[in-house]
């Protein structure tokens, strides 16, 4: 199954099969650009690749085709940020490779960016450089393998490596490496999907450039399509001091569950990774149907444990761009009584940079009935809201004037979200029904919620008229308190 047919049932599953052939529709659509998440000046991006912290910024690099409003051509492009809610585009940073004299071509698929700081690649000038581990397809050759290329100008430029591949199965599909140092075993690590298979390899090297054999995991989970984009990663537990465990990831699109990410808690040796749960446990790592790809950052300041994934597009053509990016989380691990969780929450890194000239609160007011509340006029805003129920039945949001309702449901201990058109989805809570927070982040055509300390996350599109801007708090059979409520209005 080639990556373009499997993109392709991706966009399917989001309705959106028409985005990967001819655009017969390049109207403009400002309304729906979003403002403080990432998308392109112009043209196609899906995964985010290399996402790595150095000297001060946030270097994000993508899967980009620089020609088209469509997917194709993949090259790596880039962008710069120095608060991930405002970025500056750069020039692409790995270009496709084209060879016309053998009528050949290579395609720069997803992977990861390191920083060497100890030259152990070979690489580097004074100081460490970055590397960057990426999938080479050759679609004329049907085959993937892995590469490696380097930067000794911040990550500006790249130099691919002569001895290209670094692995190389002679296989159709094997592709997505994402690497880490592990100091346990003082050696860089890579896990690599084997998409058919339903399998995560784990490689390890010494220099990035010779790799072994370490150990594979899988299937397990959810094996209903291909699995992509694995990455491993150590995360603190909540409330126990000192206390980790790892967690696995892989995306998974196109099959029955449409768009989806999925994760697995457990413990890893340098080696081997071993799951907690079941063989057959699914944990979705959002509840929403457009997360895809999502990786964790490198090389973070405090060793900050933050993730940012594609939000694949919905029914909707937008225009110059398509495509766009969640916002960064952070990560950390629960202990529940059905064994260790993933809690996401909107990154400490962007809540830093919210302006304070912007920010609107309120306290303990009533709700019975509808209640405005002032978002701006732009439908680009964070909304943070601890809602207590009280004798209401149910109690929640419309936003974009009423394009998507979020409401919790006390009776059934549920947050639901409603975007019309049989497009209503729950999410069932655990503990004692009573307040719940909300945090909204309404990003012109992009939706994302997490609920309670990050324990639910859900990721949407919606594509309200320009002027269907109205935001409101409500209640239903009784009376509600907003016991406290902060928005930023970012749309301007």
């Given at each position: 199954?080639?990556?373009?047919?499997?993109?392709?049932?991706?966009?399917?599953?989001?309705?959106?099969?028409?985005?990967?052939?001819?655009?017969?529709?390049?109207t403009p659509t400002p309304q729906w650009r979003?403002?403080?998440?990432?998308?392109?000046?112009?043209?196609?991006?899906?995964d985010p690749n290399g996402p790595i912290y150095l000297n001060g910024e946030y270097l994000l690099y993508n899967q980009q085709n620089p020609f088209e409003n469509k997917w194709g051509h993949m090259s790596w492009g880039h962008?710069?940020?120095?608060?991930?809610?405002?970025?500056?585009?750069?020039?692409?940073?790995?270009?496709?490779?084209?060879?016309?004299?053998?009528?050949?071509t290579t395609w720069i698929f997803s992977g990861s960016a390191v920083w060497d700081k100890n030259n152990t690649s070979g690489f580097c000038k004074e100081g460490g450089c970055l590397v960057a581990i990426y999938t080479a397809?050759?679609?004329?050759?049907?085959?993937?393998?892995?590469?490696?290329?380097?930067?000794?100008?911040?990550?500006?430029?790249?130099?691919?490596?002569?001895?290209?591949?670094?692995?190389?199965?002679?296989?159709?599909?094997?592709?997505?490496?994402?690497?880490?140092?592990?100091?346990?075993?003082?050696?860089?690590?890579?896990?690599?999907?084997?998409?058919?298979?339903?399998?995560?390899?784990?490689?390890?090297?010494?220099?990035?450039?010779?790799w072994t054999l370490l150990s594979e995991f899988g299937p397990q989970g959810y094996t209903s399509a291909y699995w992509e984009c694995p990455s491993l990663i150590e995360l603190p537990v909540k409330g126990q001091k000192g206390k980790t465990k790892w967690m696995l990831m892989n995306s998974a699109g196109g099959g029955p569950r449409g768009t989806f990410m999925q994760y697995y808690i457990g413990e890893f040796d340098g080696k081997k990774?071993?799951?907690?749960?079941?063989?057959?446990?699914?944990?979705?790592?959002?509840?929403?149907?457009?997360?895809?790809?999502?990786?964790?950052?490198?090389?973070?300041?405090?060793?900050?444990?933050?993730?940012?994934?594609?939000?694949?597009?919905?029914?909707?053509?937008?225009?110059?761009?398509?495509?766009?990016m969640s916002i960064s989380r952070d990560m950390s691990v629960e202990k529940t009584a059905d064994g260790y969780r993933l809690l996401q929450q909107p990154a400490a890194i962007c809540k830093k940079a919210l302006p304070a000239d912007r920010l609107t609160e309120i306290k303990d007011r009533?709700?019975?009935?509808?209640?405005?509340?002032?978002?701006?006029?732009?439908?680009?805003?964070?909304?943070?809201?601890?809602?207590?129920?009280?004798?209401?039945?149910?109690?929640?949001l419309r936003v974009a004037g009423s394009g998507a309702v979020i409401a919790y449901d006390k009776a059934s201990n549920s947050v639901y979200?409603?975007?019309?058109?049989?497009?209503?989805?729950?999410?069932?809570?655990?503990?004692?029904?009573?307040?719940?927070?909300?945090?909204?982040?309404?990003?012109?055509?992009?939706?994302?919620?997490?609920?309670?300390?990050?324990e639910k996350v859900f990721?949407?599109?919606?594509?309200?008229?320009?002027?269907?801007?109205?935001?409101?708090a409500f209640a239903q059979g009784g009376t509600a308190t907003i016991r406290q409520l902060k928005i930023w209005d970012l749309s301007k």
């Open positions: 199954m080639k990556r373009t047919i499997f993109i392709l049932g991706l966009l399917a599953a989001a309705g959106m099969t028409e985005i990967a052939t001819a655009q017969t529709d390049e979003p403002v403080y998440h990432f998308t392109p000046e112009t043209n196609w991006t899906n962008a710069t940020s120095r608060d991930l809610l405002h970025w500056q585009h750069l020039p692409l940073a790995i270009p496709e490779m084209i060879d016309r004299e053998k009528g050949d397809d050759q679609p004329n050759r049907k085959k993937e393998s892995q590469y490696i290329a380097y930067s000794n100008d911040g990550g500006r430029t790249f130099t691919n490596y002569s001895g290209n591949p670094v692995i190389d199965l002679n296989k159709h599909d094997f592709r997505d490496p994402n690497v880490f140092w592990h100091s346990g075993s003082k050696q860089w690590i890579m896990t690599v999907a084997l998409p058919a298979e339903h399998k995560v390899r784990f490689y390890g090297s010494p220099d990035l450039k010779r990774f071993v799951n907690d749960a079941a063989e057959d446990k699914i944990l979705p790592v959002d509840y929403g149907d457009c997360l895809y790809a999502a990786i964790p950052w490198n090389n973070m300041p405090g060793n900050q444990k933050v993730l940012i994934g594609w939000m694949v597009p919905g029914k909707q053509k937008t225009s110059p761009w398509t495509g766009q009533k709700v019975s009935g509808e209640t405005a509340i002032d978002a701006g006029h732009g439908n680009a805003y964070w909304l943070d809201i601890d809602l207590d129920p009280g004798t209401a039945a149910v109690a929640g979200v409603d975007r019309g058109q049989n497009a209503r989805q729950t999410l069932q809570l655990s503990g004692t029904p009573g307040k719940v927070r909300l945090q909204v982040l309404l990003d012109k055509s992009s939706l994302e919620i997490f609920v309670g300390d990050g990721t949407c599109y919606i594509y309200p008229d320009e002027n269907a801007t109205a935001c409101s």
